[in-house]
């Protein structure tokens, strides 16, 4: 993959995260802040922040989150960015870590 490919590839995933983020925010008790590229998650109970950031020169997707360090591949039979050990989507796992970090099951779409 090209870096122009992951660029586009990594714009459209982050802006897909960022809409369901907020739609599920205020019911799921946290708050969604874009910062420099990267978005940032806090939680007040209990308390906590998730980073998720693109890493153009790795060409995967971090997220930092619950004392963890995850880091998503593409994967073009799934067309999105991919925990490979996993294989959780990005949306898939952020409502997982979301519902871990809550107690609250989350499904973001």
């Known amino acids: 993959m090209t870096d122009q490919e992951f660029q586009q590839r990594a714009d459209a995933a982050m802006q897909r995260l960022t809409q369901a983020l907020y739609r599920a925010e205020e019911a799921a008790g946290f708050e969604t802040e874009e910062r420099s590229g990267a978005l940032h998650l806090e939680f007040d109970n209990p308390p906590g922040i998730f980073v998720i950031s ?20 593409w994967s073009g039979a799934a067309a999105d960015f991919v925990l490979t050990h996993s294989g959780e989507p990005l949306l ?3 409502g ?12 973001l779409a």
């Open 54 to 73: 693109p890493n153009s020169s790795a060409g995967q997707i971090w997220i930092s989150a619950l004392s963890t360090s995850f880091k998503l591949d």
């Open 96 to 107: 997982r870590l979301i519902g871990e970090q809550t107690g609250n099951p989350v499904a």
């Open 92 to 94: 898939t796992l952020m």
